[in-house]
């Protein structure tokens, strides 16, 4: 069975946390949210919204052989607590180097820049390339796939940006199947 690792970081974005975890689950995927160390060290993080959610383990207890890929989801703050914390820039950096998948979505692809995994050919957030590499940037695709490397634009590409990560980790079957149960033929 395939696993990812979600980390939760206070301030991310609620509709993206909860459509990744709930999508890939769907798909046959082992999701472990994790929190991370520190200031707002809980079980228990806030979304920018004012959502809470339950993350499942301790960041600081993820180990990279143990998972298949690390999604994040965005949100400003979170990006940016992701972005400036040691450990979840130390588990992109070892992801990438293992091979595995690395994904994020609207701001987050911000914090695979700062670990410097971020592929040559990605979307994200509007806007949220002028703090990355502008001329790069996709603006016209839902989801980009580069590499070893997936993203995502926002709130709304949520659905499809689960499902392109339920494709490469368990395979076309399970993405169709996924797909046609939640009524996502927009993706």
């Not at 082992?30 to 228990?44: I, K």
């Amino acid at each position: 069975m395939a696993r990812v690792l979600v980390p939760l970081a206070e301030g991310f974005e609620e509709i993206e946390a909860t459509s990744i975890i709930d999508i890939l689950r769907r798909g046959g995927v082992e999701v472990h949210s994790a929190y991370l160390p520190g200031e707002f060290a809980s079980d228990l993080v806030v979304g920018a919204n004012g959502i809470t959610l339950q993350a499942d383990i301790p960041l600081a207890q993820a180990v990279v052989d143990e998972y298949d890929a690390i999604v994040l989801p965005g949100g400003w703050g979170g990006t940016n607590r992701l972005a400036e914390n040691p450990l979840a820039q130390q588990l992109l950096k070892d992801f990438a180097a293992e091979g595995k998948w690395v994904a994020a979505m609207c701001a987050a692809p911000y914090a695979l820049h700062v670990a410097g995994v971020l592929s040559p050919r990605y979307t994200c957030y509007p806007s949220v390339e002028e703090q990355i590499r502008p001329d790069d940037r996709v603006a016209d695709e839902k989801v980009v796939v580069d590499g070893k490397v997936i993203t995502s634009q926002g709130p709304g590409t949520a659905i499809c940006f689960g499902l392109e990560i339920v494709r490469q980790l368990v395979g076309q079957e399970s993405y169709e199947a996924v797909r046609n149960g939640t009524l996502s033929t927009f993706c």
